[in-house]
């Protein structure tokens, strides 16, 4: 089969950020399902990988990424109940594993779900690691609860980028929490409008000051999909009384926890890739929030954040796509069908 | 009325560091109970309060402390309609107001609960501020679910203090969690046990060490209660993917979160007077609390934490209390019957 990898961490520029080569085409034992690759998307992790994972010395083999992926099931292993040969799927898969970008790839049924139906491959490949990244922070650490939250607020920060995009949708929608995203741009200050966000503040001005002006000093919870150590002492401040912070980015420094104390503020950090990484006894859960995003997809409640198309599976369009993804003014998501 | 206070934050030895003064008895307005004080008990925030309140220079008038507290209804404000004179009643009080080392208080009804008719005054007064703060950490915060939750643990550190004793018995009647507390001399190991514990492990050994003998290498929940600092690095390998640690203590320096990322666990402070020092909306949910509690002690499922109990509302009896709560070797908790 082919796939595409890099044996070293490369700017994507350069000739060899990304090769093409051919491997064996992998069988499924146990819990995986063989799938037969139609789509990938593109998130940040992509490119942190990508940067990180081969910087001191060449790989023997390429590397292999790629998280995100719709799909048919070629073949199952043993263990396999969920699916069957033929169904059409969805996935961000799992980190410890070779990824997306292939033409066969193996993936544990407990992490995948169903495509949605009404949805091109396309609109669906944008959805599953955003989309679980943001229900895992609402619905499995905040906990929102459309009916005790009534009348309670997010803020989401990044709210243009890939995860900011389906977590207004899913705050609005599903959490019914007044939604309060920032950005910047008269596009992404648009498109976040368009997602559903009750108000778009700017992040380049001071955010206690655009918060007060929209009659929302401070906030019940905050989603971090941009900037921790930077937006720390602000989420401090503006964060009511039994609040909650959920951050996805990491911090290269310490951070003072104890401006949080006075309020009983509760943070967490959101990786989707903990329950595979861990295989948690809940793993399985991802297989149902993906199946309910599906159906939240096909009933219309939500809707694609796909932005851009690059068709074809080569080097060229992958190293296009890290390309919009590394720029950090990326709209929605960026999508490659095969 | 008789009141007993400080004018300037002195090691307890000192004569002054506890004086008693006459002042007059307040009226209550409101959502106030006027409560005649029939016992108080300490916790660690009396004694750290005391230490700084009056630090850098002496204050015009006696700051009167005092947290916990047993007493009576005596009159209350236009808006009371959870209790009526006559009532018996317990509570843990409010930071940003004058404290209970007095004989009448005034106290918001939204954080006081019926005081249980089964226990002694002596016995009752032990719990309110510790039983807050265990149940808030365990049932508000880390929202144990014991169906959900069957067969998951929680560590206990510092098991033999005020709030671990009360945190090991819910956590096991009420969580059914496996309780594992810390603890390390003959008599707080037994106490431990006493009230609960389903194992015991030494904190001046290698806690990974100890835990591994028990056969519990890695806990879902912490419950810090003695050093966040000095056990953050032991609780980021101990706790499991998923996890969740509440902390009570407070840090003197930042604390490098990343390391809790890859297993995406949720960190929270528990601080007790959060609802009232913000007045939150759900501030009657300390009635509701203590009134379960109260109901828990009433049939038994609870026990109180009781351990010593000093007869007489005097300067002598608090000084004496606060010395033993500063020696850091309290088991359970210290009462003054006034």
Redesign the interface.
């Known amino acids: 089969m082919k796939a595409i990898g890099f044996k070293q961490s490369l700017p994507i520029k350069e000739e060899n950020s990304f090769i093409e080569f051919e491997t064996k085409t992998p069988t499924p034992e146990g819990y995986d399902l063989l799938v037969k690759v139609q789509a990938n998307s593109v998130n940040p992790v992509d490119f942190k990988i990508r940067q990180s994972a081969a910087k001191d010395e060449e790989l023997n083999e390429p590397k292999v990424i790629g998280w995100d992926a719709v799909g048919i099931v070629e073949s199952v292993g043993g263990k396999v109940s969920k699916f069957k040969v033929g169904d059409e799927v969805f996935y961000a898969g799992d980190i410890t594993r070779s990824g997306s970008n292939a033409e066969y790839q193996l993936i544990d049924e407990r992490i995948v779900g169903r495509k949605p139906k009404n949805l091109s491959i396309a609109e669906a490949v944008a959805i599953p690691l955003t989309g679980l990244t943001a229900y ?1 922070a609402l619905f499995d ?1 905040i ?1 929102v609860d459309p009916e005790k939250d009534k009348g309670k607020s997010v803020l989401i920060l990044a709210g243009a980028g890939g995860v900011g995009s389906i977590a207004i949708q899913l705050a609005k929608k599903l959490g019914n929490l007044t939604v309060i995203a920032t950005a910047s741009r008269e596009d992404t200050v648009e498109w976040c409008k368009d997602m559903g966000a009750d108000f778009v503040i700017n992040h380049h001005k001071d955010i206690k000051e655009e918060l007060k002006k929209i009659g929302h000093s401070e906030v019940n919870y905050i989603l971090d999909f941009v900037d ?1 150590e930077g937006y720390w002492e602000t989420m401090t401040e503006i964060v009511k ?2 609040g909650h912070i959920v951050s996805i980015t ?9 401006m ?12 989707m ?3 595979s ?2 295989q ?1 006894d ?1 793993m399985a859960r991802q297989h149902d929030i993906l199946n309910h995003l599906s159906e939240l997809l096909d009933d219309g409640t939500l809707k694609s954040t796909m932005t851009t198309q690059l068709d074809g599976f080569t080097v060229e369009n992958l190293k296009e796509a890290h390309c919009i993804q590394e720029s950090g003014k990326s709209i929605g998501k960026n999508v490659i069908l095969f």
Chains 1, 2 share one sequence.
């Open positions: 895992e650490l906990r921790l009384p039994q990491g911090s290269n420094e310490p951070l003072d926890l104890n949080l104390k006075n309020k009983s503020i509760t943070f967490s950090w959101e990786l890739y903990t329950r990484m861990y948690t809940d």
